[in-house]
């Protein structure tokens, strides 16, 4: 597996990284607006990267149908936002949420090291800007979509494979235009594009992603599978996510965009000193 570079940071093959949700929204599916307010998402920045967050990923636009939302109003959500948090907090890596090109440059020139594009290269500029800037790209599945649409009746031949090809060819796209190749990420997009079945069958098989040799990303937290899965609202998930997150762990996964930062730390920590990657924080038991 590849080492990943993003910033400042580099995390190796045995690093599982937490990249903390902040969304300047008022409308998002989880935190109903919460982090909004500029100062709100700041804090909320701030108690990420306390509780153990290596990313914070910053977004202004609600990923489902909703307002709508032009780019300079993106700008106006994030990029000041982008800027604030790599004043405060200079070690940290800042992902920008966005799948246009000019609101990513925009990110990148307040300090943004990485785009998150969940909709699979819609706006073909994105991926030139990580090339032009050195920023980092997250290569991602949407089933075909348009930005901001939900699946209707989606099927697909077979789900994992589908995901690999996409996924594939974004990230041979992204080297052909120069972007680093210790920056790339792919993410199988869980929900974007898929039913439940198939975000589930997508979490089963996650090594046959891992297996490309990229890092991969997993947004799993508090999403509709999980919701469905075990018939749960929203604001009930958590138990679900923290699962899900611990077999995409085990299954290889190195990336985890997470709305809890806390919780989502101790679970990849637990992981990791199984599988033999991180000791334990204190040996005392049968010791003395």
Not at 77 to 90: I, K, Q
Not at 114 to 120: E, F, G, I, P
Not at 223 to 233: H, N, R, S, W
Request: proline share 5%; glycine share 10%; with cysteine.
């Amino acid at each position: 597996m590849a080492t990943l570079r993003l910033g400042d940071r580099t995390f190796g093959t045995g690093d599982l990284a937490v990249m903390a949700i902040v969304n300047r929204t008022p409308d998002s599916f989880f935190d109903r607006g919460a982090t909004y307010a500029e100062q709100a998402a700041l804090a909320a920045a701030a108690k990420a990267v306390a509780e153990g967050a290596d990313i914070v990923d910053i977004g202004g636009v609600k990923a489902g149908p909703g307002d709508e939302v032009d780019v300079a109003e993106e700008i106006r959500r994030t990029v000041s936002t982008v800027a604030a948090v790599r004043a405060v907090h200079p070690d940290v890596v800042i992902s920008i949420d966005t799948w246009r090109a000019e609101v990513a440059a925009a990110a990148v020139d307040a300090g943004a090291d990485l785009l998150n594009d969940t909709w699979a290269g819609a706006d073909p500029r994105l991926a030139q800007v990580a090339a032009d800037t050195g920023a980092g790209l997250v290569c991602s599945h949407a089933g075909g979509l348009a930005p901001r649409t939900r699946p209707h009746r989606a099927a697909f031949p077979d789900v994992v494979g589908d995901v690999v090809a996409t996924v594939t060819r974004l990230a041979a796209r992204a080297l052909d235009l120069g972007v680093r190749p210790d920056g790339i990420l792919i993410d199988p997009a869980h929900d974007f594009g898929k039913n439940t079945w198939h975000s589930l069958e997508v979490t089963r098989r996650l090594g046959e992603l891992v297996e490309l040799g990229w890092p991969v990303l997993v947004a799993v937290s508090n999403k509709d599978f999980i919701g469905e899965t075990l018939d749960v609202p929203v604001e009930e998930r958590l138990v679900g996510t923290l699962a899900t997150t611990a077999v995409s762990a085990w299954l290889g996964a190195r990336v985890f965009r997470a709305h809890q930062v806390g919780p989502t730390r101790q679970v990849l920590d637990m992981v990791a000193a199984i599988r033999g990657d991180r000791p334990p924080a204190v040996t005392r038991r049968g010791l003395a």
